[in-house]
């Protein structure tokens, strides 16, 4: 590993990486070697290596740009295999032993880019290139322009296998939440911590300090550096405090809910925090919100200013404070305001490699030029950069003065740039914070927000380390204050000019020439000025729209260094003020977060309840396939070896129509209904009447929405006078207890009714069959099961398998049916029992499908199956069951004009001609076989569609259930089924298949 | 996310809630004594401003209670929280 | 024909991995507390809470989300007027029949849901945290102690939760068929604080605390 010339760009002695613990890592394969400290950015730089990426469009070389979370360029592409993470920003990701990287973008690799031809064809991929050029043929988009440009124009990959890690979240309550621990951040959360209030500092980098970290500074007579420590560890000591590091806020939602995500382990490197989650997520809600997330340092738009060596002032600076590492020998700076002067400067004392500061200011602040010549930089005022030269890395600039003409080539290796800050406005403009412009001070500043938030610091427009301190302190003094302690918020600080600043958008516009190269406002998205202001030209006139059609903050950084720059460019060609054309709205998130980090635990088995009943254990040994129905698994079917699920529901519809089967329907939802007013609320809801059903007894209602439309059906049992046992579909459970729950409280609160769930207090068991009345027989020798004494739709308690039970007399299938409740803690014994005492009766278990067919061949209704919410019970065939005496909700909608007009649709039967040909639910039907293919101009008009469908072994055929216009006019009929490309023949019948005349639910007695 | 306050049991995430639409649209007290019109008016429209709205919410992973909520469209600022029965603030100018 | 009287518990396989999880109890215990007997009662109880008290021993909160003790009962508040009585396993038949008797002619409802939900009584340093990682209810120390008790959601599943010691001990009510759920669930979330031990999790724990 010696000899590769290892940080060759490190200056001695500076910055706080430590230099006693190496690491070892590779970039594109070359094994390079950094220390404890470094980013992975700064470790590049300290190896002389600048070119780390190509551009997305272009594929132009490109290094960094920035030292922090706003980087554009350096994406790079993290470990390999499972762990493997796209378009991580190299000057965020903190190295550690053995960090595997790579460039993205880059064919065949990032110093000679095949793909960089896309750069000699630029002038075809200006601003909405591929709207223009893609739309024509239609078919080509998909099959040839599509792939073809994702395969180009791909950032990193995905990882193709599970990801390895796991990932948390956290719900977090807190007085006072502080985002950014910088100078300000700290002074903010000082106040709040010392008072005892609950506060969170979230800080998105290793430690605190923020521009602390950066540059050279002295609080209270010590070290900025220094203080920043202290500060964190006396915050941190606090119970009262939470300090998180390495987590950034990413969104700043309603009522002061912000979110963060915390990267916990990806600074110890992959795999290596067994069972630690990687990530975590917290939700934090806030009763006050401090904003002290500082400023970002924004570009100059020059000619090729996306050579790599061409960095913003604040990046070097932080290179050479922070991490000791010189970007080059020969440095020219161009700055258009004193901080990035002073930022300038600061370097130089550090890394003594600026020749120059160049600057369009004719009067750049007094101190700092006699500093600048104590410090050997020559300062050329009245001047800006036209144009950098370089192959792979900028080699020289053209400098011009700005009035006149002129230029002069500088030989340098790298370039400082500044042209001005950008408040990092991104999370109050998604709280949302209202933005306004600031003409003297180039930028947005924070201006009203509904929520309560301060904010502080550069943020706040307060760029000074003493301004930033004394603003932070004044933001968590006021925000105590608001939380009614004894605290004197004080009055506002005025702000003071602290930048200097002379706007320099782009040197093209502020020289009026045309300048060769690019000139490059968006770095990721590879958007140009030409591109904006051929937008422009072609009469895009809103941001926004710009935005979209350019692309400009479109891309992972969302634009951080380049939407104030694009909306500045494109006022300017409007010749408009910045503020009338306003500009983006942030969304979140401020910074990307994985996928993994959203789902957080909710993966595998946690992704989602997996309700089961009692009984479960049973179905899942004696080789049960399930059905998701809604969050519970039920049995489909219960296959023997060798079956699949045609031959076991043949079986198992058999068995129930010829033996006995037994099914597990402890799923349907029960609901308790408990009052003197009981039946007269039941009247209300149901279509039917239940004053006069006795006790004892039971009755199958269908309740519908005050629209008509049938939503929900079940049987109800009249337990005492003032006492119903509801049943609903399963998947209708909570719906409808919340429905009845509405009604009681909002309109009826009138009436002494109280509803309870008791789904899962009952496990339920149905006994189905010619036999099941001697297998019941055999459970419960004590009660009398004969017709007379136990006759359809009632229900008796007695003590079935030894157990206290509650059966009911009702069917679902049109067979003899009992169903047994008792406790759930005994729902498995009492299956057990069930099944044994079957067995010399062929007691078959059955699922849901079979479930289907049996309730199908008897033309019963499922909800959701033959209603879709547009069906009345006069459709379905119901109208047994609405009550022509009483009022209930929905219905005055049965004489609506499109309710009770002739040609709705109706429930039929179907059967196929051909037998064996089961029709796909959902499939419309046509009533002609002419003029019959898919297209809308030509086919037959849709009658109505299937909706259940199965093959019945009872029938030997296919059947089905359909909704068809006017379906019970047409009996006899036959309608066709679209299926592939032609039509299948089916005859509309009664939905009744079997049993018309219900004589099989009573058995034999 | 909102932040609501329940009224029996206090500040609770939104995610303890379900939306209940507009407020204060009575069921008719006798809806067969109702014009086809209006109760179409009942049952299909809704109002949509842009600004303070009272609509229902339900409690209904906490206390599965109904009550009201004034709320402002646009900032979602929660204005007034009130039970069942209970009379709408008064309307701000 | 009879079958086992024995009863089932929703959790009743996981004694072992709740022994295994509850190691170092200091930080983190978890148990299931099953059959014990659960009353869903509503009532006015301005007007009939002496009723309920003569029968009960144990008065009604009509402070929203807290639980008072009395005799062989709690009383969890639900709602305004609904209560969640929670007695020894067994009570559930003879509470049920003699509530309704004294509360006959009051609008009242009276239901056995014992065998409905099942308990989860976790504990210690980590319990707080475990449940922060899927419960949005503020709860710190400060804000969710005795006698507090507050309904909400737990990842995805609905629970009542009741802070009986602030410790802390919190018992999770839990329907029968999400109670498998919540237990992974809460397992998982222990298992994850016990393995950053050494990174942050006696610092978050005690910020909860
Ligand atoms: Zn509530």
């Known amino acids: ?1005 | 996310m909102l932040q609501i306050d329940c009224p029996w049991c206090g500040m609770r995430e939104e995610m303890e809630f379900s939306y209940g639409g507009q407020a204060h649209v009575a069921y008719p007290k006798d809806p067969h004594a109702v014009s086809d019109e209006d109760w179409a008016q009942y049952l299909f429209m809704r109002d949509n401003p842009k600004g303070l709205f009272l609509e229902r919410w339900v409690h209904s992973q906490g206390c599965r209670r109904w009550f009201n909520v004034e709320r402002h469209t646009v900032t979602h600022e929660i204005t007034a929280v009130y039970k069942p029965g209970e009379p709408p603030p008064a309307a701000k100018p | ?209």
């Open chain 3, 1 to 209: 024909m009879t079958a086992s009287t024995d009863r089932v518990s929703p959790l009743e396989n996981w004694t072992a991995r709740f022994a295994a999880a509850s190691a170092t109890p200091v930080q983190f215990s978890i148990r299931e507390v099953a059959f014990a007997t659960h009353i869903n009662l509503r009532v006015d109880a301005a007007a009939f809470g002496a009723k309920v008290r003569a029968v009960l021993g144990c008065d009604l909160p009509v402070v929203a989300n807290t639980w008072t003790t009395g005799g062989e009962c709690s009383a969890i508040w639900l709602g305004p007027d609904e209560w969640l009585v929670v007695a020894p396993d067994g009570r559930n038949e003879s509470f049920c029949a003699d509530l309704r008797t004294a509360l006959s002619g009051v609008h009242h409802a009276v239901t056995d849901l014992s065998a409905n939900r099942t308990m989860l009584e976790i504990a210690g340093s980590d319990a707080r945290v475990a449940l922060a990682k899927g419960c949005p209810l503020d709860l710190h120390g400060s804000a969710f102690k005795p006698p507090q008790s507050a309904q909400s959601l737990l990842a995805k599943s609905q629970v009542l939760l009741q802070c009986v010691d602030a410790n802390p001990v919190i018992r999770v009510f839990v329907r029968n068929s999400f109670a498998a759920y919540v237990a992974e669930w809460l397992l998982d979330a222990a298992a994850e604080l016990a393995a950053s031990r050494n990174l942050d999790t006696p610092r978050i724990a005690n910020r909860l605390a």
């Open chain 1, 1 to 1005: 590993m010696s000899g590769t010339a290892a940080n060759i760009a490190r200056i001695e002695g500076a910055g706080k990486i430590d230099r006693t613990r190496p690491l070892a890592f590779t970039f594109n394969g070359r094994k390079l070697q950094g220390y404890a400290g470094d980013t992975l950015a700064s470790a590049l730089l300290a190896n002389g290596i600048h070119l780390v990426a190509r551009s997305f469009k272009y594929h132009r070389p490109r290094g960094m740009l920035t030292a922090g979370n706003e980087e554009p360029n350096a994406l790079v592409q993290l470990e390999r295999g499972p762990y493997t993470e796209p378009n991580l920003r190299a000057t965020e990701i903190e190295l550690y032993e053995g960090l595997d990287a790579s460039s993205v973008n880059c064919f065949p690799n990032v110093q000679f880019d095949l793909r960089a031809i896309n750069g000699l064809a630029s002038s075809i991929l200006v601003a909405g290139f591929y709207n223009k050029t893609f739309m024509w043929p239609k078919g080509f988009w998909k099959k040839v322009y599509e792939p073809a440009l994702r395969a180009a124009a791909g950032l990193g990959v995905a990882p193709d296998s599970p990801d390895p890690d796991t990932y948390d979240r956290m719900h977090w309550h807190c007085d006072v939440l502080v985002v950014g621990a910088g100078p300000a951040g700290l002074s903010a959360s000082l106040q709040a911590g010392r008072r005892g209030v609950r506060t969170v500092i979230v800080e998105e980098a290793p430690e605190a300090g923020g521009s602390l970290l950066q540059r050279p500074a002295t609080i209270d007579g010590v070290a900025g550096t220094e203080w920043a420590s202290k500060a964190f560890a006396e915050l941190d000591a606090m119970p009262n405090v939470l300090f998180l590091c390495r987590t950034s806020v990413f969104g700043y939602y309603d009522h002061n809910y912000l979110m963060a995500v915390e990267h916990r382990t990806d600074h110890l490197g992959p795999g290596r925090s067994p069972g630690v989650a990687r990530k975590r997520l917290w939700h934090f809600r806030a009763k006050r919100v401090v904003l002290a997330t500082g400023a970002h340092e924004r570009p100059i738009v020059f000619g090729n200013n996306d050579l790599p060596g061409i960095v913003l002032a604040n990046a070097a600076c932080t290179y050479a404070t922070r991490y000791g590492v010189s970007l080059g020998k020969c440095g020219v700076a161009f700055v258009n305001n004193d901080h990035g002067f002073a930022l300038a400067l600061e370097t130089q004392a550090v890394a003594r490699n600026i020749a120059m500061i160049i600057d369009p200011r004719p009067d750049p602040d007094d101190a700092l030029v006699k500093r600048a010549a104590a410090l050997g930089v020559r300062v050329l005022c009245n001047s800006v950069i036209a144009t950098a030269h370089g192959w792979n890395r900028v080699s020289s600039v053209d400098i011009c003065p700005t009035r006149g003409t002129g230029l002069a080539r500088l030989e340098c290796d790298h370039v400082l740039v500044s042209g001005g800050l950008n408040p990092a406005v991104h999370l109050y403009s998604q709280a949302p914070g209202k933005l306004r412009y600031d003409a003297n001070l180039a930028c947005f500043l924070p201006d009203q927000c509904i929520q309560t938030v301060e904010v502080a610091g550069a943020l706040n427009a307060r760029f000074s380390l003493d301004s930033a301190l004394e603003d932070g302190a004044l933001a968590g003094k006021r925000t105590l204050h608001t939380l009614g302690q004894a605290v004197d918020a004080g009055a506002p600080a005025e702000a003071k000019d602290e930048l200097h600043i002379l706007p320099v958008w782009s040197v093209q516009a502020q020289l009026g020439l045309k300048l060769p190269g690019k000139h490059f406002v968006d770095y990721q998205n590879d958007v140009t000025e030409a591109d904006i202001l051929l937008a422009s030209r072609e009469g895009f006139r809103s941001v926004e729209h710009t935005k979209r059609y350019t692309t400009t903050g479109m891309a992972t950084d969302q634009g951080k260094t380049s939407n104030v720059i694009g909306l500045a460019i494109l006022a300017a060609s409007l010749g408009k003020p910045i503020p009338e054309v306003g500009t983006t709205t942030f969304r979140p998130p401020f910074t990307p977060v994985t996928f993994g980090a959203i789902a957080g635990r909710d993966r595998g088995s946690l992704s989602d309840p997996v309700r089961t009943t009692p009984m479960h254990a049973w179905h899942v040994d004696n080789g049960a396939v399930f059905e998701d129905v809604g969050q519970w698994k039920r049995p489909w079917y219960f296959p023997k070896p060798g079956e699949d699920l045609h031959a076991a529901v043949a079986r198992e519809t058999k068995a129930l129509r010829t033996t006995a089967g037994v099914m597990d329907a402890t799923t349907l939802g029960k609901i308790d209904i408990q009052g003197a007013d009981a039946a007269e609320f039941l009247n209300r809801v149901y279509t039917n009447a239940w004053t006069k059903l006795a006790v004892g007894s039971c009755r199958y209602g269908v309740m519908c929405r005050p629209d008509g439309m049938v939503m929900d059906d079940g049987v109800t049992a009249r337990l005492a006078d003032d006492r119903f046992l509801m049943t609903t579909t399963t998947g209708n459970a909570a719906r409808v207890l919340d429905w009845l729950e509405e009604w009681l409280q909002t309109e009826w609160p009138e009436l002494e009714v109280y509803c309870t769930t008791v789904t899962e207090q009952w496990a339920t068991t149905a006994v189905v069959g010619p036999n099941a009345r001697k297998i019941l027989k055999a459970l419960a020798p004590d009660m009398d099961f004969s017709n007379a004494a136990f006759p359809f739709m009632t229900f008796r308690e007695g003590v079935v398998a030894g157990l206290a039970a509650r059966v009911f007399r009702i069917s679902f299938n049109g067979e003899l049916s009992y169903e047994i409740n008792v406790p759930s803690w005994h729902g498995l014994a009492l299956w057990r029992a069930v099944i044994e005492a079957g067995k010399p009766h062929g007691l078959t278990p059955y699922g849901t499908e079979t479930m289907h067919v049996a309730r199908a061949e008897k033309g019963y209704i499922i909800i959701g199956q033959e209603t879709d919410g547009t069906v009345t019970p006069q459709d379905v065939g119901l109208e047994w069951a609405v009550s022509k005496q009483k009022d209930f909700i929905g219905k005055r909608s049965f004489s609506r004009s499109d309710t009770a007009r002739a040609g709705r649709k109706q429930l039929v039967g179907l059967l196929p001609q051909d037998k064996a040909f089961v029709a796909p639910e959902g499939s419309h039907l046509v009533a002609s076989p002419e003029r019959s293919t898919f297209d809308p101009r030509l086919g037959s008009p849709s009658i109505g569609h299937i909706t259940s469908s199965y093959y019945s072994p009872n029938l030997e055929s296919a059947f089905a259930l359909a909704l068809i216009a006017n379906g019970r006019a047409m009996h006899g009929k036959t309608v066709y089924c679209s299926q592939g490309s032609g039509l299948k023949p089916m005859t509309v019948t009664d939905p009744v298949f079997i049993d018309k005349e219900g004589k099989r639910r009573d058995g034999i007695d």
